[in-house]
């Protein structure tokens, strides 16, 4: 398994300051910031998605931790995934106000404040949350099974969330915040539903490992093909994206 060494990328101070010259950088010159892992990963994943959980029908609940700049959400939001049912979460307020900033310059340009609110890019909602630690809010419309439960996600999405949060110092009783960080997920996901996760950091067996096993409850659904690279005779991905879903129970 990957041993990680804490860095600054696992600070939240690290990710504050990106947020905030990236936020200066959008009210400057209107560039959205950085897509990570580049606009193959966003088209790949939302391809699984389209497959895996169209949008026809009922649209899914779909959240998305760590959503940054929400470059995700809004390519969901482009092919069709209604917005008022997607809610990305951070625990960087500058990402939440870039965020929403972008969002106020995408989708129908052409309506006026509440006439098509409900389907345009501006109702996807942002908010702060350290996922690690605070609860998500449940969006307008979603069930809630039972008082004091979290709300239940169709899908969970992280594009590299789970990466900052495994290069986090380990706390004074030398538990790392990213063992927490699987069953925190899979408490969110509704029983049917799934979590899609692309990393930079761990390879897909173990992605496997560390979020298809027995306290968690997910189990592992499929995977997105990325390109290869070989390096000394073997090969890897450059990146690693791979579905788990949360079985209904009977
Ligand atoms: C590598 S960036 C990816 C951002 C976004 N998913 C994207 O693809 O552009 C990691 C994100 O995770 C957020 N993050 C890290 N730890 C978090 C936590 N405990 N709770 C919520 N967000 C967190 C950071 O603020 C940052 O936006």
Known sequence: MTELLPSKLGTKQH??????SELANFEDIGDEGEVWFG???????VDWVLENLPPSGASPFILEIGAGNGNLLFALYQVG?????????????DAVHLAQAIAMTRGDGEATEDENKESS????????????????????????????????WDLVLD?????????????STGKAPADAYPSRVARVVKPGGFFLITSCNFTEEELRIKFANEETGLVYHSRIQ????????????????????????G
């Open 226 to 249: 990325f390109p290869t690279f070989s390096f000394g005779g073997k090969r890897g991905n450059v990146y690693s994206s791979v579905a788990f879903q949360k079985p209904v129970r």
């Open 81 to 93: 995934y209604a917005p008022a049912r997607m809610h990305g979460v951070d625990y960087s307020l």
């Open 159 to 171: 594009k590299g969330t789970f990466d900052a949060i495994a290069l986090a110092e380990k706390d």
């Open 15 to 20: 990710w504050d300051e990106v947020y905030s």
């Open 121 to 152: 890019a501006r109702s996807i909602s942002f908010s702060m949350c350290d996922f690690l630690t605070e609860s998500v809010a449940p969006l307008k419309g979603m069930a809630v099974v039972e008082t004091g439960s979290p709300p239940l």
């Open 39 to 45: 606009e193959d990963s966003v088209e790949k994943m």
